[in-house]
């Protein structure tokens, strides 16, 4: 057996801020080597931050990675952490093209660089418009040990370049990770990683991005497993953390270690330390983090994202229209978790048709989350579009809303906020919402999160509340009261719309599952309402293109991962 003591950095980068990024690479290594470790590892593209979608088309932006990358070598050295060997991911370019790229920096240089060989091409991932494929492998022997590595993507295809290391011969894999959250996604990578640890026949150490990155959220997650797929470590969730614990590790014995061509990889190998420690006392064991409940995951996803997007883009503070209804209340109450109540400002806009309830539950949101509020009658500027141009019915209905969404942009631009479209995934999915009124924006927290889990999260937010002995920030008239836009008498959203709970199984199999107006009929719909739901859907295309960016959490979201044409015949049924 021989000792390692492994740090895994599960850290929240910038896309384009190499500056920034490589401090933090520097501040983490920093706290390893303070730890005692010998090998740091960082997640995919740390130093340029992911995903960086044409900056990689520009040669600027990959020299200057490049030589970022050279400069971090040297920094690390000179801050005393010289001996830990460190695994950076960045963007590289070569005659080939622009790579995603990691290399091992180690006493003030870069020792090893190796390329992504699988390039994601599915749901969010775009890497083949972007990067070439690398085929070699480079295994460092670190204090006796024989280390390789494998980038994100190359652990989720089957075989590759894990199968090459397992080929290979070595003592541990590590891989750096960028992969986006979506419901549910912990419960597959365990499964995973413990297969492609069997498959390389050696501990797997997965360490991932954690932060908001525009629709995209990382949640960390970071895993280590033993050669056998058994669970050895694993990070909490949405939070920067640092994993560091003693491994032991066999050693090889006899068994012979390959270099030269497998398959279709060129395997280099190149020793650092060549002799095995002498024991030493465990000071970090092993452990293991408790996986999220999936309302916690899902509000922590949502939190995470609405704070990383407000600060990373430059803003202070939020406003939104706050309804007394239950989208606005779940999104002021993520506003106050995500950046504190001193920085949301919540305005009430009531038309001639708002009720009583609608501005007491507003009022009572405010008070139980101590954000700003203000109330905004909008009445007057509805009657001053409407008398002029004599606009009726529906012209009635959205001029209320784009009054309201007129008021957001000039407070915003008074005074600063990035204003918040509380629209929900139903909502987008059959074009509920108004464009340019409560559609306007620039983030859209639960643009991803389907009506009937909004309620499921207003519920558990309150419990949780509870739990603590805190004031739960929902009023729970906004969660019990029948769902209404208020923009004509007795509104109620059931006027035009199925049951949300019927309604989202509908969209969920249309959107996310791609089934079509027969498979849906076959699963019971009933033929009239499937014929209705598909037509709003397909009909509100142009509206989705134009919505704010929002938090993906589920497997498909609207935006980078659904691509429909706007112009499109094509009708189901």
């Given at each position: 057996m021989a000792q390692l003591r492994l740090a895994l950095a599960q850290v929240n980068a910038t896309v384009g801020d190499l500056a920034g990024n490589a401090s933090l690479i520097v501040d983490w290594t920093r706290k390893a080597a303070e730890a005692g470790a010998h090998v740091a590892v960082f997640p995919e593209m740390v130093l340029t931050g992911y995903p960086v979608e044409d900056l990689a088309l520009r040669a600027s932006f990959a020299e200057a990675s490049k030589r970022c990358l050279a400069e971090l070598a040297v920094r690390l050295a000179d801050a005393g952490c010289g001996e830990v060997v460190c695994y950076v991911s960045y963007l590289d370019r070569d005659e080939v093209g622009a790579r995603d790229a990691a290399a091992a920096l180690y006493r003030g240089e870069v020792v090893a660089t190796q390329f992504k060989h699988h390039l994601p091409n599915y749901g969010v991932f775009d890497e083949r418009r972007y990067f070439k494929p690398g085929e070699s492998l480079d295994i460092l022997r670190v204090h006796g040990l024989e280390v390789g590595m494998v980038i994100c993507e190359d652990i989720w295809q089957d075989g590759g370049p894990i199968a090459a290391l397992g080929q290979a011969?070595?003592?541990?894999?590590?891989?750096?990770?960028?992969?986006?959250?979506?419901?549910?996604?912990?419960?597959?990578?365990?499964?995973?990683?413990?297969?492609?640890?069997?498959?390389?026949?050696?501990?797997?150490?997965?360490?991932?991005?954690?932060?908001?990155?525009?629709?995209?959220?990382?949640?960390?997650?970071?895993?280590?497993?033993?050669?056998?797929?058994?669970?050895?470590?694993?990070?909490?969730?949405?939070?920067?953390?640092?994993?560091?614990?003693?491994?032991?590790?066999?050693?090889?014995?006899?068994?012979?270690?390959?270099?030269?061509?497998?398959?279709?990889?060129?395997?280099?190998?190149?020793?650092?330390?060549g002799e095995v420690l002498p024991?030493?006392?465990?000071?970090?064991?092993?452990?293991?983090?408790?996986?999220?409940?999936?309302?916690?995951?899902?509000?922590?996803?949502?939190?995470?994202?609405?704070?990383?997007?407000?600060?990373?883009?430059?803003?202070?503070?939020?406003?939104?229209?706050?309804?007394?209804?239950?989208?606005?209340?779940?999104?002021?109450?993520?506003?106050?978790?995500?950046?504190?109540?001193?920085?949301?400002?919540?305005?009430?806009?009531?038309?001639?048709?708002?009720?009583?309830?609608?501005?007491?539950?507003?009022?009572?949101?405010?008070?139980?989350?101590?954000?700003?509020?203000?109330?905004?009658?909008?009445?007057d500027m509805v009657a001053a579009f409407v008398g002029p141009l004599g606009l009726t019915g529906l012209a009635e209905e959205n001029v209320q809303a784009r009054c309201r969404g007129v008021t957001l942009m000039g407070l915003s631009n008074q005074h600063?906020?990035?204003?918040?479209?509380?629209g929900n995934k139903t909502e987008l999915a059959v074009g509920y919402s108004t464009i340019y009124g409560d559609a306007v924006g620039g983030f859209a927290p639960i643009k991803d999160v389907p009506k009937t889990l909004v309620w499921e999260l207003a519920r558990w937010r309150n419990a949780e509340a509870d739990k603590r002995g805190e004031t739960p920030p929902i009023p729970e008239s906004s969660i019990s009261k029948p769902p209404s836009a208020e923009l004509r008498p007795g509104q109620l959203d059931t006027d035009s719309l199925p049951d949300y709970a019927l309604l989202d199984r509908i969209v969920d199999d249309y959107v996310e599952g791609?089934?079509?107006?027969?498979?849906?009929?076959?699963?019971?719909?009933?033929?009239?309402?499937?014929?209705?739901?598909?037509?709003?859907?397909?009909?509100?295309?142009?509206?989705?293109?134009?919505?704010?960016?929002?938090?993906?959490?589920?497997?498909?979201?609207?935006g980078r991962d659904r691509r429909l044409p706007i112009t499109n015949k094509w009708r189901e049924g």
């Open positions: 011969g070595v003592d541990l894999v590590v891989a750096p990770n960028a992969s986006p959250y979506e419901r549910n996604k912990d419960d597959v990578r365990l499964p995973l990683v413990a297969r492609r640890a069997r498959e390389a026949g050696a501990p797997l150490a997965y360490v991932n991005m954690v932060g908001g990155q525009d629709e995209l959220v990382f949640d960390g997650d970071s895993l280590v497993v033993g050669a056998d797929g058994g669970l050895i470590a694993r990070s909490p969730q949405f939070v920067e953390h640092l994993m560091v614990l003693d491994l032991d590790l066999d050693l090889p014995g006899g068994a012979a270690r390959t270099s030269g061509a497998i398959g279709e990889f060129t395997v280099r190998r190149r020793v650092l330390s024991a030493y006392p465990v000071g970090y064991p092993a452990s293991v983090a408790e996986p999220l409940s999936d309302e916690a995951e899902v509000w922590s996803a949502l939190v995470t994202c609405l704070r990383d997007y407000t600060h990373k883009n430059g803003f202070r503070s939020v406003v939104l229209g706050l309804s007394g209804g239950i989208d606005s209340a779940v999104v002021a109450a993520l506003a106050v978790d995500a950046l504190g109540p001193d920085a949301v400002y919540g305005v009430s806009l009531p038309s001639v048709y708002s009720s009583s309830h609608s501005r007491s539950d507003a009022e009572e949101l405010a008070t139980r989350t101590g954000l700003h509020y203000s109330v905004v009658p909008i009445a600063g906020h990035l204003v918040l479209a509380t791609d089934r079509g107006y027969h498979d849906l009929i076959a699963a019971g719909y009933e033929p009239e309402l499937v014929q209705q739901v598909l037509r709003m859907v397909d009909r509100a295309e142009f509206k989705r293109r134009q919505y704010p960016p929002g938090t993906k959490v589920t497997w498909k979201a609207f």
